[in-house]
């Protein structure tokens, strides 16, 4: 059995993708959607600045 390496994102990213929903008025699920991620993944990443 092989294992699943995690796939890593971009610093500049993570603060695009926050920005959606901080700055833009995106819901987390709008902004999760257009960027083919998981909610959760934008959820963590609300506390990265």
């Not at 926050?18 to 959820?43: D, M, N």
Request: hydrophobic share 40%; charged share 30%; glycine share 2%.
């Amino acid at each position: 059995m092989t294992k699943r390496k995690n796939k890593s994102y971009r610093t500049e990213f993570k603060q695009e993708a926050v920005a959606l929903v901080i700055e833009q008025g995106y819901s987390v699920s709008e902004a999760a959607a257009s960027l083919e991620i998981t909610t959760k993944l934008i959820y963590s990443w609300k506390f990265i600045k």
